[in-house]
């Protein structure tokens, strides 16, 4: 299984990115795909959900009505769109997939995207 994140970056208070994870080697259409960010000091917490089938989606309360979480199954991709960024959005975000195989759950994780938000 592979998890590969872009598009983090510098951007200013106010500003946008949109991050990226292709999935590899699952079945990337049933999986529960997620974003998580840790920032220097804190613990990793969730971000956004994005579950398979209906694409219901779950966000937590920093970020919504800001940020968006969407999936392409036929690229095996998952985004997170993030608008008005602000300096508490600064972290390392890491995409995470939840995935049932022969009855059995799994969890994966890529290695990480930086996203900075400074003036």
């Known amino acids: 299984v592979q998890l590969l994140e872009s598009g983090g970056g510098l951007v200013q208070p106010g500003g946008s990115l949109r991050l990226s994870c292709a999935a590899s080697?699952?079945?990337?259409?049933?999986?529960?795909m997620s974003w998580y960010r840790q920032a220097p000091g804190k613990e990793r917490e969730l971000v956004a959900t994005?579950?398979?089938?209906?694409?219901?989606?779950k966000y937590e309360d920093s970020v919504k009505g800001r940020f968006t979480i969407s999936r392409d199954n036929a690229e095996n991709t998952v985004y997170l769109q993030m608008n008005n960024l602000k300096p508490d959005d600064t972290a390392m975000y890491y995409c995470?997939?939840?995935?049932?195989?022969?009855?059995?759950?799994?969890?994966?994780w890529g290695q990480g995207t930086q996203v900075t938000v400074s003036s």
């Open positions: 995470y997939a939840k995935v049932r195989s022969l009855g059995r759950l799994y969890d994966y």
């Open positions: 080697r699952f079945t990337f259409s049933s999986a529960v």
């Open positions: 994005i579950y398979s089938g209906d694409g219901y989606t």
